[in-house]
């Protein structure tokens, strides 16, 4: 069963048969001529802003030898691995998470509401200070982590940014730092959907905690975590200023991923064309994902 | 024997109090602690006292670096109200593009029965094939053809572009949950398109609008990337004079703080002034996928 079946929400009526009558056929006419003046801003800047744009980076990453240089990188395959890590375990850390929390969120307590608005502070904070932040918090001996573990635990903290793993790590934190409220928001207006009824049903039927989470709020929140998981893939291999403003890609670039791997390429080695070439080694993998996000995203329509 | 239940449920209800209640602590550290970490620097008056020392507070916290940012005393931070300008104009004209953009294409989709309306959901999709900053080597080219080089439209226009395809979604999965009778009781009437748009179409869309209008600004906020690329350094805007200068011990790290700690207050300003449509159609929208 689905949320928007539970809420019986009024589907759209389809076209009735007076639609074909002349009268509203000349209606329809016109509606046709509205109809492509409302889509033109659109489509006009589709066409100058993405269309236009991704052909060029098709055109100047065309160059088979591109290819082979980055291959020959000995940087590229560590900054493909760092993405690999970086994106997967920063998205899935992250929507797991955000889907456990939204249910704590749900709880009926007085304090539940100023905890969520201190909870949302990461998302309000624009990206670049987050990145400030975590970088000075993190710089080496000086920082306000070290300095919390000399305190604390009297022991010396690591130098972050010297090390891959935990430089990687840095980033992957701060990433989920700043990106778990928003979909736990997203998450907890989804559950807040899910009428009171069928939990008591189940709880009837003996589903509490941990089963009842399994069998009755996971399944009706599936497709919806699918498609923000997707969402949110695409999005995060996209994301520059998080790795740039706090690991720099230190040490010695083997922390960089590929967007800003092809940024060095592009302004800081002046090789556009590489730059370009090394994000779009990524694009086989991304259409699929674009393609079964597009599919489960009209999965809903259909059963509305 | 009921006793014995009766208690086991109690101390059952004591742990999962006890337990939320850690959670509670351990979240509020968990999301407080980089916001300490400005304050911390913000507070210390005499620059490169604690974010070199590891030191847990500052010995004399004041707002000396506060004033320094608003009265534009602070090193690199002399044309403030220039460089915050140039975000609350990119900022504002994004929310307001994508507003209107994406409402109109919408509507069009969804109430003008156009024609291959899936199309241009599946185009708008399909977009976020390709993530934003994959772009910014073509885009940098082609805002030279514009000529549009050094010029904020140049960052709007990419931030409406990305921020689109997300608006297009959620003003279609609410509008799909908004009955259609509406506007054809109207159109009856004999109103014309726009002012169904204008009158029956935004009114009734404004929680959903409301989210997209607060995505917008989010992501022009958020992008640091298209703005030091596109825009020169003497034309530049917050997060460009935060990401530019961050590995620079040569800047006053406290002022840079506190200018970073202004800069975040006109997006909990837009959330605290929209956040009751915001929490209305997040559940709307999200029912409905």
New interface residues.
């Given amino acids: 069963m689905s ?2 079946q539970i ?1 019986a ?5 389809p ?1 009735t048969g007076s639609a074909r009558s002349p009268r509203r056929g000349n ?1 329809r006419r ?3 001529i ?3 003046a ?2 033109a ?2 489509a006009a ?2 066409l ?3 269309v ?3 052909g ?2 098709l055109w ?1 990453a065309s160059e088979p030898s591109l290819y082979s240089e980055l291959i020959a990188d000995p940087l590229y395959l560590p900054v493909l691995i760092n993405t690999l890590l970086f994106v997967g375990l920063g998205v899935n850390v992250k929507m797991f998470l955000a889907l456990l ?1 939204s249910g ?1 969120f749900l ?1 009926r ?1 007085w ?1 539940i509401g100023a ?1 969520l608005a ?20 993190l ?1 080496g ?4 982590i ?3 573990l ?2 604390l635990f009297g022991i010396d903290g690591p130098l972050w940014f010297n090390d891959r793993a935990l430089a990687v790590g840095a980033n992957t934190v ?1 990433y989920v ?1 700043k990106w778990m ?1 928003f979909w736990t ?3 907890l ?2 559950r ?2 899910i009428p009171r009824d069928i939990y008591d049903a189940a709880s009837i039927d003996g589903a509490t905690g941990v089963r009842r989470f399994v069998h009755v709020t996971f399944p009706l929140m599936a ?2 975590y699918l ?1 923000c998981t997707l ?1 949110s893939t ?2 995060t ?5 998080t790795v ?2 706090i690991s ?1 890609g230190a040490p010695a670039g083997h922390s960089h991923v590929l ?1 800003t791997l ?2 060095r390429y ?2 800081d080695t002046s090789q ?1 064309a590489l ?2 070439a090394a ?2 080694s990524v ?1 086989p993998i ?2 699929p ?3 079964v ?2 599919r489960r ?1 009209h999965v ?2 259909v059963r ?1 | 024997m009921s006793g014995a239940v009766r208690s086991r449920g109690r101390a059952r209800r004591i742990l999962t109090e006890a337990g939320s209640g850690l959670l509670a602590v351990v979240l509020l550290i968990w999301s407080l602690l980089p916001v300490y970490n400005m304050f911390l620097i913000a507070l210390d008056p005499e620059e490169g006292e604690v974010e070199f020392t590891g030191n847990l507070w500052t010995p004399e916290p004041s707002l000396q670096s506060f004033v320094e940012v608003v009265t534009q005393d602070a090193r690199y931070l002399e044309t403030f109200w220039q460089q915050f300008g140039n975000s609350l104009i990119i900022g504002a004209a994004t929310t307001v593009l994508t507003v209107a953009i994406g409402s109109l294409a919408s509507f069009a989709v969804s109430h003008l029965r156009l024609a291959k309306g899936r199309l241009l959901i599946n185009t708008a999709l399909l977009s976020y094939a390709i993530p934003a900053s994959f772009l910014i080597v073509p885009y940098y080219h082609i805002v030279h053809a514009y000529g549009l080089s050094d010029n904020l439209f140049a960052v709007i226009a990419a931030q409406v572009t990305f921020a689109t395809p997300f608006a297009i979604l959620i003003l279609q999965l609410y509008g799909r949950l908004i009955p259609a009778q509406l506007d054809d009781a109207a159109r009856v009437d004999g109103a014309s398109p726009v002012q169904v748009y204008l009158r029956i179409y935004l009114p009734v869309m404004v929680p959903a609008l409301a989210v997209v209008a607060l995505y917008a600004l989010m992501l022009a906020w958020n992008d640091y990337l298209y703005q030091a690329v596109l825009l020169l350094p003497r034309n530049g805007t917050m997060a460009m004079v935060q990401g530019n200068l961050f590995a620079d011990t040569d800047a006053e790290w406290n002022a840079m703080m506190a200018a970073g700690m202004i800069y975040a207050l006109p997006p909990i300003v837009l959330l605290l002034v929209l956040r009751r449509h915001v929490a209305a159609s997040l559940a709307m929208v999200s029912a409905g996928i």
């Fill in positions: 949320t928007q809420l929400v009024p589907s759209r009526l076209a209606l016109a509606d046709v509205w109809g492509i409302f889509v801003p659109y800047v589709f100058a802003f993405i236009y744009p991704f060029y980076a100047l929390l704590f709880r307590r304090w905890l201190v909870y949302l502070l990461p998302w309000l904070i624009a990206a670049p200070q987050v990145g400030v932040s975590f970088h000075w918090m710089i001996e000086q920082g306000l070290d300095g919390l000399r305190e701060a730092w409220p928001v997203i998450f207006a989804a807040m959907t497709n919806l498609v969402l695409l999005w291999l996209g994301d520059f200023t740039w403003l720099m967007a092809g940024y592009a302004f556009p730059g370009v994000v779009m694009l991304l259409i994902m674009a393609i996000l597009m995203f809903s329509e509305v």
